[in-house]
C-alpha cells in the first residue's frame, strides 16, 4: 500500500462492538476518512446475545446499503481509497461490495482469521480457498492476517492458498482498556473460573467441564456467561459429572456487565475446539 490514501472503508458483515475500537482507533490517529459499512446492523442471534450497535465516533456508518450506495462508496475517489473487506465468501452484501471495487484504481484489502484445516473439512476448506485465489486473489494488495505465527496462523494459511508472503502483514484488534474497573463480588473463596461465549459444540463448553469434574479436592467454581444450542445439554452435564454445585449459568448479558463478572474471576478459559481470534481474551486480559 505504498501510495497515499485519504479513505478507508471497512466492507462487514455486521456492526460488531469488538471491532469498533480498532476502526475508530483508525479515524483518530490516521487522521483520513473513516468509513464503516455493515450489510446489516446486527443480526438477531446477536442482539439475543445481548449485542447493540457500538459507539464509532468518527467514523461515517451505513448499513443496510442498497446498490446505489454501495456503487458510491466504491467510486468516491477510488484512486485515494483504501477498502478492507471481511467475509468476502461468507457474506453476499460484502461479496457485492468487492465486485463493485474490483476493476477500479483502488487499493484492496482482505481483514481475515485463523481458518481451521482440521481433518476433511479443513483439506475442503483449503480447496475452496485456493479456489477463491484463483477467482480474484491477485486483485488483492494486501492481506490483515489474524493469528500471524504458529504452524496454522493466518500467515501460513493464506500463503498455502497462493498469497505473496509480502502481501500478508500480521494484525490484531483488541478491545479498549476499561475505564471503570468496577466488578461483581467473587463466587466464593476459591478460585473463579469464567467462561464467556456462546453454548455450542464448537466452543467447547463440555470440554471445560470434563476436565474440571475430577478436581472436586480444589476449591473452584466455574461461571458460565453465555447462551446456546447446547446449554440445557451442558447443565446436565454438570449434575451428570456431580459438579453442578460449583457451576452456574448466567446466561446472556450486557456486554458491560459480563466484563465485570469476568473483571472478579480469577481464571478465564477459553476452551474452543477452534477459535479464529478469540478477542474475549483479550478483553479478559485487560481485566
Not at 450506495?69 to 483504501?82: G, H, K
Not at 477500479?104 to 476433511?120: A, K, P
Not at 502483514?169 to 473463596?189: M, N, T
Not at 445439554?233 to 466484563?259: D, H, P, Q, T
Request: net charge neutral.
Amino acid at each position: 500500500m505504498s501510495r497515499d490514501w485519504s479513505r478507508l472503508v471497512f466492507w462487514q458483515n455486521i456492526f460488531a462492538f469488538y471491532q469498533a475500537p480498532h476502526i475508530r482507533c483508525m479515524a483518530q490517529y490516521a487522521n483520513k476518512e473513516v468509513i464503516w459499512v455493515a450489510e446489516e446492523s446486527l443480526t438477531e442471534d446477536r442482539k439475543s446475545q445481548g449485542w447493540s450497535v457500538p459507539e464509532a465516533d468518527g467514523v461515517r456508518l451505513f448499513a443496510a446499503p442498497d446498490d446505489l450506495t454501495v456503487a458510491e462508496l466504491a467510486n468516491i475517489d477510488p484512486s485515494s481509497s483504501v477498502h478492507i473487506f471481511t467475509g468476502i465468501s461468507a457474506f453476499p452484501g460484502v461479496k457485492r461490495a468487492f465486485d463493485a471495487c474490483v476493476g477500479l484504481d483502488t487499493t484492496i484489502g482482505l481483514l481475515v482469521e485463523n481458518r481451521d484445516d482440521r481433518g476433511s473439512k479443513g483439506v475442503m476448506r483449503l480447496i475452496k480457498h485456493w479456489l477463491d485465489y484463483a477467482k480474484y486473489g491477485k486483485k488483492v494488495d494486501f492481506i490483515l492476517a489474524m493469528g500471524y505465527t504458529g504452524p496454522h496462523g493466518g500467515r501460513v494459511w493464506y500463503r498455502r492458498c497462493g498469497y505473496r508472503p509480502e502481501t500478508i502483514v500480521p494484525y490484531g484488534y483488541f478491545p479498549e482498556r476499561p475505564a471503570d474497573l468496577e466488578i461483581y463480588q467473587p463466587f466464593s473463596g476459591g478460585v473463579d473460573i469464567v467462561y464467556l461465549g456462546q453454548i455450542i459444540h464448537r466452543k467447547g463448553v463440555d470440554v471445560l467441564l470434563s476436565a474440571l469434574a475430577p478436581l472436586t479436592d480444589l476449591e473452584w467454581t466455574l461461571t458460565v456467561i453465555g447462551d446456546g444450542e447446547l446449554r440445557q445439554k451442558m447443565e446436565m452435564l454438570s449434575k451428570g459429572l456431580g459438579i453442578s454445585r460449583r457451576v452456574r449459568f448466567l446466561g446472556v448479558m450486557a456486554n458491560s456487565e459480563a466484563m465485570k463478572v469476568v473483571g472478579a474471576g480469577d481464571l478465564f478459559v477459553l476452551p474452543s475446539r477452534f477459535a479464529g481470534w478469540g478477542v474475549v481474551v483479550n478483553a479478559a486480559l485487560m481485566r
